[in-house]
């Protein structure tokens, strides 16, 4: 299993993470969904979570989490979101079939006239197997 973690900003309003596969769609407009190659997680709004599992997934989630871990066990088909702080599971998809490579994925969304311009900090996960 292997994992990285994103730290969003507190000024942050918006951003998608997760993992894709080698060979997604890099042009024009994207529709993240494991059906496309996405395996993500989104904030909108600055309070509304979802994953983008095709049909979106509302999740509830008691505090905006800090810290997002990423982990991904390919031989498992599972990709995992913790809130790495509060050590608390935030959604998996399960039964993933994974045929290539996977990447990160991460995207700060758009600036939003300076509503969204905090950055987003990629950081390594200490976890033991």
Known sequence: MTGTATTPDPGKTQWTLGVARESIN??????????????????????????????????????????????????????SFYDVDAAALIYSFTG???????????????????KNSAPLIICPVNHTE
Not at 53 to 66: D, H, N, T, W, Y
């Open 96 to 114: 993933c079939c994974f045929k290539e490579k996977l990447y990160p994925y991460f995207s700060p969304c758009l600036n939003h006239g300076g």
């Open 26 to 79: 890099r042009k024009g407009k994207i529709t993240s969904s494991p059906q496309k190659g996405y395996w993500t997680i989104w904030l909108s709004n600055n309070k509304k979570y979802k994953a983008l599992a095709g049909p979106s997934v509302r999740l509830s989630l008691k505090s905006q989490p800090e810290k997002v871990g990423v982990f991904v066990d390919y031989e498992e088909g599972l990709v």
